[in-house]
């Protein structure tokens, strides 16, 4: 009786999740539905987190067991449970607080999250290598201590959250040479930048945007291409810090294409009447003509095209490329 009362109610509880993902993807207006996404989205992580953070605890609490009342191992079991609760709530702080740099408060919890996502992923490689070495010893019963196989696991995740850290932190130019067939020769070593992935909101501010803005500028490109998820958060909380991009001195122009994390911020039909008071020409399944003349079919140049990011649904809706002028 039990089981049946719990499978109906497993059926029931995902019957409404379908009803309720249908209402999300096809009758709710954009706008909202762009926030209902991203707040299922967030629920889903954190679900996802809490199993990852359930099983972290789980191990490094046997680590600082004290019988001795309020000890340095009481500390560690604060602070730990501190790092997870941290990196529990980095997504919901970083929706919830948003500056033009980042807050210390979504800076840590980032850090938290990064931590605890290498540390469960080392113990459960740990915990796989000392079963297959216990496994194969077949001469030797002992089992490999908990407690080093817990500071292995700790040193292993210390060590991939520095290197994460410091690779987050280094911007890498690579140089790409296109042969484009039927291109005119005096277009020939024509240099683009694109940047990508950009991501200003609650990790990434107004200082690290102007850091790859003067880095830009010192390849002296002829064209910069944006190619999406520029921001994480709405124009009200971000004004101020996508105002570097004003500093860009391509020779032909910014153009900008949107990505999903646009559409995630729910205000992405504000950022494209933002975008171009600082410069930026958003191209929203449209084309424009670089180089040469629209009215002679871009003779001599090329077309640029920009679509919507494929999540949006809108891009299937909308077949045209109107023009734009450049």
Not at 172 to 187: D, Q
Not at 229 to 257: C, I, M, Q, W
Request: glycine share 8%; net charge positive.
């Amino acid at each position: 009786m039990n089981k049946r009362i719990v499978g109906y109610g497993i059926t029931s509880l995902l019957a409404a999740v379908a009803v309720l993902e249908t209402w999300i993807f096809f009758f709710m207006e954009t706008k909202r539905r762009a926030r209902a996404i991203r707040l299922h989205w967030y629920a889903t992580m954190t679900f996802i987190f809490l199993l990852g953070v359930v099983y972290v605890w789980r191990k490094v609490s046997t680590l600082f067991v004290s019988r001795k009342g309020f000890s340095f191992k009481s500390l560690a079991r604060i602070a730990s449970l501190t790092v997870l609760v941290m990196a529990l709530s980095c997504l919901w702080l970083g929706w919830a607080f948003v500056n033009n740099e980042p807050l210390v408060i979504n800076t840590a919890a980032s850090y938290c999250l990064g931590f605890t996502i290498f540390l469960a992923t080392s113990f459960a490689a740990v915990d796989m290598a000392a079963w297959c070495i216990h496994s194969l010893a077949l001469r030797s019963r002992k089992r490999q201590s908990a407690t080093l196989k817990t500071l292995l696991s700790l040193l292993l995740a210390l060590i991939m959250t520095a290197s994460g850290i410091w690779t987050v932190s280094q911007v890498e130019v690579k140089l790409v040479v296109l042969p484009v067939k039927g291109l005119h020769p005096r277009l020939n070593g024509t240099t683009v930048v694109q940047l990508s992935d950009i991501h200003l909101g609650p990790f990434n501010g107004k200082s690290a945007l102007n850091e790859l803005v003067g880095r830009v500028n010192r390849l002296k490109p002829d064209l910069v291409l944006i190619t999406g998820d520029l921001v994480d958060s709405t124009v009200s909380n971000l004004r101020e810090a996508v105002t570097p991009l004003r500093d860009l001195k391509p020779k032909h122009g910014v153009y900008f294409s949107t990505g999903n994390h646009e559409y995630y911020t729910g205000d992405v039909d504000s950022w494209i009447e933002e975008l171009p008071r600082h410069g930026v020409t958003p191209l929203v399944n449209q084309r424009v003509c670089l180089f040469g003349e629209e009215k002679h079919g871009c003779s001599g140049g090329l077309y640029l095209a920009g679509l919507e990011d494929i999540e949006t649904f809108q891009s299937v809706l909308r077949r045209t490329l109107p023009t734009t002028t450049g």
